[in-house]
């Protein structure tokens, strides 16, 4: 399909302002990226989120929604719909494309009631992960197949830039910052908060600043949570599991699981909600991702990791130390590096 001009235009200054972007602040990002869509397509809510780049579950997002009171079931509600779940999309999806949207079980069962008519369902992938994905809501309109056009050959760069403003996080912490203990959330089974620790609350408002007069949400408490009840729906694979970033290099780790054994039946079950720093093993996967490493560049990061000169590296990956040193190289170019120190530091925030 042809994309009108004012699109082809769009489009235009979409890219220039991903490569500006790119490796800056994510929030910045998603604002002035919903600030051109606005403008060129309209639309009258939104719920933009990063997700983990392996779990695909959802953290920091950057939303108006109609039905902020029902956050906790907007949440639920949104991981156990299996249409046009972005874990399953290419690019978009429109609610208004389905045969009977009333299957759409988001939108059967709350935001139809706010008036909702339309949602543009978009996801930002690429072969190192999924990095966010992103709803825009219309009240009065669907979406056209030509915005639809649009909408899904900006998937593409928006991906690419979120990348690597996730791959910009990841700085050297500061010697002072105490490191994060594990903070617990208490959820009960439609994920109404039950109990935290006291320094959950303030963690989570870190996470996701609130808006000034309001209470903090725990949104990215919610997301774990969500996935867990999705997994248990057999609705998605992917464990109810979050790695991102909260300030100053320092990554989280957000885990849900059901409190208790097996008995009452598990849906009946309160969920704990799991906060504690993210370990060395699991930032250097989000690490390699972030700047596109390959495979075997995340390996020999790995094994960087854990000590060794280029022969005893070499020998244990079964390769000649020349090649060990072609790809380190190509490591520091990705990663804008000069020695195995800096990488180190970076890679692992310490």
């Not at 991102?244 to 780790?253: I, R």
């Amino acid at each position: 399909m042809a994309v009108p001009v004012v699109y082809g235009r769009s489009l235009d200054r979409v890219v220039r302002l991903c490569e500006a972007e790119a490796g800056g602040d994510s929030r910045n990002l998603r604002v002035r990226l919903l600030d051109e869509l606005r403008m060129t397509t309209g639309f009258d809510a939104y719920a933009f989120l990063l997700t983990d780049p392996e779990t695909a579950v959802g953290c920091s997002p950057v939303a108006d929604v109609p039905c902020l009171p029902e956050l906790a079931k907007m949440s639920r509600l949104k991981y156990l719909t299996a249409l046009d779940r972005w874990t399953a999309l290419d690019d978009v999806a429109l609610l208004s494309d389905l045969p009977d949207p009333s299957h759409h079980l988001l939108w059967r069962e709350l935001l139809r009631d706010y008036g909702v008519r339309d949602i543009a369902s978009l996801v930002f992938k690429d072969r190192f992960g999924c990095w966010g994905f992103l709803d825009l809501y219309r009240y009065d309109r669907v979406f056209s197949a030509a915005e639809a056009e649009y909408l899904a050959r900006l998937t593409a760069p928006v991906a690419t830039a979120v990348r690597r403003s996730q791959a910009g996080t990841f700085v050297v912490r500061p010697s002072h910052t105490p490191r994060s203990g594990p903070l617990v959330l208490l959820l009960s089974p439609d994920l109404r908060v039950l109990a935290q620790t006291p320094e959950t609350y303030a963690c989570l408002s870190r996470l996701v600043p609130p808006d000034h007069g309001r209470p903090a949400v725990p949104v990215s408490a919610y997301n774990v949570a969500a996935q867990l009840l999705a997994v248990e729906a057999g609705v998605d694979a992917n464990p109810p599991r979050s790695r991102v970033h909260l300030a100053d290099g320092l990554w989280l780790t957000l885990s849900a699981a059901r409190i208790g054994d097996a008995a009452p039946p598990a849906r009946r079950r309160a969920i704990a909600v799991t906060i504690e720093e993210t370990s060395p093993t699991e930032r250097l996967a989000v690490f390699a991702r972030a700047f596109a490493l390959s495979p075997r560049e995340g390996d020999l990061l790995g094994h960087l990791a854990r000590g060794g000169d280029n022969h005893t590296v070499a020998c244990r990956m079964s390769l000649s130390e020349l090649t060990v040193q072609d790809h380190l190289k190509s490591i520091f170019a990705k990663t804008s590096t000069n020695t195995r120190g800096m990488l180190l530091a970076r890679a692992l925030g310490a």
